[in-house]
């Protein structure tokens, strides 16, 4: 499972480092791609094909099922970690998510979210937690 939150900066060729914790269980080749809410979404190779198994049964005949596929699939770079535990984050990725220089790296349970730093702050607004818990007792999940 991932969790923490880890500040990065992005370098001149648009490598960040990837959090140790997070290397653990990514291991050295993994997958990027476009996620939701603007930012990406990193999965071990391992989720990455049980994701890949449980969209294949989706229908193609369902036009949100072939668009989101497309965004999904389209969007997706396998990354290696280089010596220094960096990975070089394509330019279409980093455009994607509005990256340039300060990134968030957030464990999200069975992913990693990288984050520009701006949207990442932007999008943290504790002002809606009460809506969100409100949400989580509908959908039965008490913490």
């Known amino acids: 499972m991932f969790m923490g939150e880890y500040n990065h900066s992005i370098?001149?060729?648009?490598?960040m480092?990837?959090?140790?914790?997070?290397?653990?269980?990514?291991g050295n080749e993994f997958v990027v791609?476009?996620?939701?809410?603007?930012?990406?979404?990193?999965?071990?190779?391992?989720?990455?094909?049980?994701?890949?198994?449980?969209?294949r049964d989706k229908p193609l005949t369902s036009r949100e099922a072939r668009k989101f596929m497309r965004f999904f699939f389209a969007g997706a770079a396998t990354c290696e970690v280089d010596k220094q535990g960096r990975i070089l984050l394509p330019a279409n990725l980093r455009e994607y998510a509005g990256i340039d220089k300060e990134v968030v790296s957030v464990g999200v349970y069975s992913r990693v979210e990288i984050w520009s730093k701006d949207r990442y702050l932007e999008n943290s607004d504790f002002d809606e937690m009460d809506e969100i818990a409100d949400h989580m007792a509908e959908l039965g999940i008490g913490i």
């Open 11 to 15: 370098d001149a060729k648009g490598r």
């Open 17 to 26: 480092i990837v959090p140790a914790k997070f290397r653990e269980q990514l």
């Open 33 to 55: 791609t476009k996620g939701l809410d603007g930012c990406l979404f990193v999965y071990s190779n391992e989720e990455w094909h049980r994701i890949e198994e449980n969209l």
